[in-house]
């Protein structure tokens, strides 16, 4: 049996990779679209989260890569004996993009909560872009 | 002024826990009340035996193909189709009270209305509905919540917080500290999942509900129509009733149930003539699905345990129906009885020592596909008395509601108001249910079809972690009411068995797009 619970989420979205990313790599845009996430203050590679009723989770920046369009983040605090977050937006060629969020964690049932929340931001992510509330600083548009 | 509606559920009750269906074990007399002025279904079916899609199955009145709710974690959309918001529409008063579960419980990011609706102090939540605008959550004005046990985000859980906090503690904890179903037992012999609970019986989450439920009604006017769900957490595990409760029934004056083999070797036997993952999770060596203790291995349970939990759940199945009965009694003060219709039924079974297993999965089994149904008709709709033989389903319950109100039935709903006896059941052509069972836990898909016609329990198996999908189970009803011998490749059935699955595979419902995405562990 595997010894680290595995979650991936992703979506195909109608926008381009550099647009999606230019959003989803900011760490600090994390609650305009992940649920239930009210706030993220980043300072340099710490990033807090504040989640449901207040409750604050420490997080590690570890990737942060436009080239790649690759963010990795592991939460520090909470119930985690090991975490790993990615995040990859893939360029599809026809300026459409993929995004997946991959989440390991130990123990195995929070990377089901945390991965099943990824796919509910992944939703509203691809609701935004393709409603065009991205399109006023959307790269090349701005 | 028409007919109004108090719908009863209970978690995870088997159809031989109550006195009226033959169950010895707990003294039912509120209930068997019912059973004798109203209609006793024998053969009534889950669209699923896991409590997320069986409860949108009730609400919907659609199979979990549609409703899209393929397993425990799948929220089911907000704006999915209600009866509640149909009866709503209709001028009912609304009401959920207990437990709901059409949303995750593992919710940290408390983006669920349901776990949203205790914190903001409301009686209910503005929510997208089916067909476009804004209404009640679901089609309920008023929510009050409770599941199995008293932390968290829920009614029941604040109001213990509130009031007794001393209590908290006093409940077996669900889960571990790794956030799995706990395996641990802390009553006498062992047992997962049972505790010695010394909570006050007054502050139990079954009387909790009942008391709640008795408020609310006290609440509307003498001329209102109305539509209550009374939804009992119990006697899904944990088997933690009050303490001072335990006298009712001795777990070791419990003769162990038929179902359960005593001999280990039988045990084995049997397990081994049915599909690959029973013998797998009774030894502990598949864990297919998050509803039972990946730390438990079930051929290590022993016949005491059996009895145990048996005479635990017995008990928390007695308290309910003194809860119904303190409700009814509201009712009856109240000058409503006459023009109340009482449903009382639950989401899905439990295995209880069914060969050597407890809890639920993957097993299209009695144990969890034969549930206790009860309809008694208001005494103005002047129904006679009767027992239902023909295969029902909880699919059937949201189209019975709207025909008591005097509604249209919606079209979107797959099931048909519940037959009043065995003829209006063949006159209608009510004769089979479908089952279905979908799970996908790191990397272990299970996926399982099973239809109930003619006497007959037949179940299939898509490809996944364990089938390659030619496997089977067909039970004779009549002849086998154990389930112990697996008649899916004896010839002599052969051309029945080819008959069951093409009408299976022929009424396969139709299904949600887009699949719908496990969002939670449950």
Known sequence: MPVVASVRRQQIINASADDVWAFVGDPTTLPQWFPGVQSAVVDGDERTITIGAGIPLPERILTNDPILRRFQYTVTGGFFRHHLGTIDVFDLGDGRCLIAYATDAEPDVMALVIGGAAGAGLRELKRQFESGEHDDTASGRA | ?522
């Open chain 2, 1 to 522: 002024m028409g007919r109004r509606i108090l719908f009863i559920t209970t978690d995870q009750q088997r159809y031989d826990t109550l006195g009226c269906n033959g169950g010895l074990l707990s003294r039912t007399p509120v209930v068997d009340g019912l059973a004798a002025d109203g209609i006793r279904y024998e053969r009534a079916v889950p669209q699923s035996v896991v409590c997320m899609p069986s409860r949108s199955t009730m609400l919907t009145g659609q199979h979990q193909a549609t409703h899209g709710v393929w397993m425990n974690g799948v929220p089911l959309p907000v704006d999915a189709p209600s009866v509640a918001a149909v009866l709503h529409d209709a001028g009912y008063r609304t009401a959920l009270i207990g437990k709901a579960h059409f949303e995750p419980f593992l919710d940290p990011f408390e983006r669920f209305n349901e776990n949203r609706v205790a914190s903001l102090g409301t009686d209910t939540i503005e929510a997208p509905q089916y067909g476009g605008g804004v209404g009640p959550h679901r089609g309920f004005d008023h929510l009050r919540f409770a599941t199995h046990g008293a932390t968290g985000y829920l009614h029941y859980a604040k109001w213990i917080a509130a009031e007794h906090p001393e209590a908290i503690g006093d409940y077996y904890s669900v889960i571990d500290a790794d956030l799995e179903v706990n395996a641990e037992g802390l009553g006498d012999t062992g047992a997962p999942q049972v505790k010695h609970n010394p909570i006050e019986r007054d502050w139990y989450h079954t009387d909790w509900v009942a008391q709640r439920t008795i408020d609310w009604l006290g609440g509307l006017d003498a001329d209102d129509d109305w539509f209550c769900w009374m939804s009992f957490p119990d006697p899904h595990h944990p088997w933690d009733p009050p303490e001072s409760e335990l006298h009712r029934v001795p777990w070791s004056d419990v003769d162990l149930p038929a179902g359960y083999p005593e001999s280990a070797a039988e045990r084995e036997r049997i397990l081994d003539a049915k599909p690959a993952q029973w013998r797998r999770w009774y030894d502990g060596t598949l864990v297919s699905n998050y509803e039972a203790p990946p730390a438990w291995v079930p051929a290590a349970m022993t016949a005491d345990q059996v009895r145990e939990v048996n005479a635990m759940n017995a008990i928390e199945v007695e308290l309910i129906d003194e809860a119904i009965g303190r409700v009814l009694a509201e009712i009856e003060r109240r000058g409503w009885t006459d023009d109340v219709d009482v449903i009382v039924t639950t989401d899905h079974g439990e295995l209880q020592g069914d060969f050597g297993l407890l809890f639920k999965g993957p097993y299209h089994v009695d144990g969890l596909m034969r549930l206790p149904l009860i309809w008694r008709p208001a005494a103005s709709a002047a129904v006679e008395p009767a027992t239902v033989t023909a295969p029902v389903g909880l699919i059937d319950l949201a189209p019975t509601f709207t025909q008591i109100a005097g509604v249209a039935t919606p079209e979107w709903m797959q099931g048909a108001a519940l037959p009043v006896s065995d003829t209006d059941a063949q006159t209608r052509g009510i004769d089979q249910q479908l089952t279905a069972w979908d799970s996908e836990l790191f990397g272990v898909g299970m996926y399982v079809r099973t239809i109930t016609r003619d006497g007959w329990v037949c179940t299939t198996y898509l490809p996944g972690a364990v089938h390659d999908g030619t496997e089977g189970e067909l039970y004779s009803l009549a002849d086998d009411p154990l389930q112990r011998e697996n008649r899916w490749d004896d010839p002599a059935v052969r051309s029945l068995r080819d008959d069951l699955v093409a009408q299976l595979r022929a009424s396969l419902p139709p299904e949600h797009e887009p699949r719908l995405e496990l969002e939670a562990p449950v």
